[in-house]
């Protein structure tokens, strides 16, 4: 049994070695190679207990990535955490400790996407930052205020 969490530990190790993951990415990946329930629970207590596994910074740190490289909106970025296996708990914790970044951000990426739509016609360009901007979460109201700012 001792080897069971041994193992389970080491192949826990190895992914993290990779990139931050949350107890539930990690449960998936232990499962997944076949290793037994009682080792996979064993391994992610002791992480957590030598500080392996702390995801209310790696929390911070997706929402850092989500919104400043993926440039999502605050609901974008919610998403992409609970995709990772956040808890949502702990996401209401990271996002209730700033104001909202969205206008900010939506116009860093509308400046950054002019650059290729330039040369279009007016009307197609905001059909498709509107389309864009849409699929990275931000309302309607937010993308309206950039646009009108920044192409009009």
């Known amino acids: ?12 190790l ?12 990690l449960q998936e990946r ?3 190679k076949g290793m037994p329930e009682s080792a996979v629970s064993s391994a992610i207590r002791y992480l957590r207990n030598i500080g392996l596994i702390d995801e209310v910074s790696l929390a911070e740190s997706l929402k850092r990535e989500a919104q400043t490289t993926k440039m999502l909106s605050q609901k974008g970025a ?5 995709r990772r296996g956040i808890p949502r708990n702990i996401i209401e914790k990271v996002f209730s ?3 909202n970044p969205d206008v900010e951000n939506a116009g860093k990426l509308v400046d ?4 290729i739509l330039g040369s279009y016609p007016a009307e197609i ?13 931000y309302s309607s109201d937010t993308i309206l205020k950039v646009l009108k700012e920044r192409h009009s």
Request: proline share 0%; charged share 40%.
């Open 97 to 99: 400790q700033e104001d």
């Open 112 to 115: 950054k996407k002019m650059k």
């Open 125 to 137: 360009v905001k059909r498709r930052l509107y389309a864009l901007l849409s699929r990275r979460g």
């Open 30 to 32: 232990l499962r997944r």
């Open 78 to 82: 919610r998403r992409y955490l609970l």
């Open 14 to 25: 190895k992914l993290l070695g990779y990139r931050g993951r949350s107890v539930k990415e």
């Open 1 to 12: 049994m001792k080897g069971s969490r041994d193992s389970a530990t080491q192949y826990a």
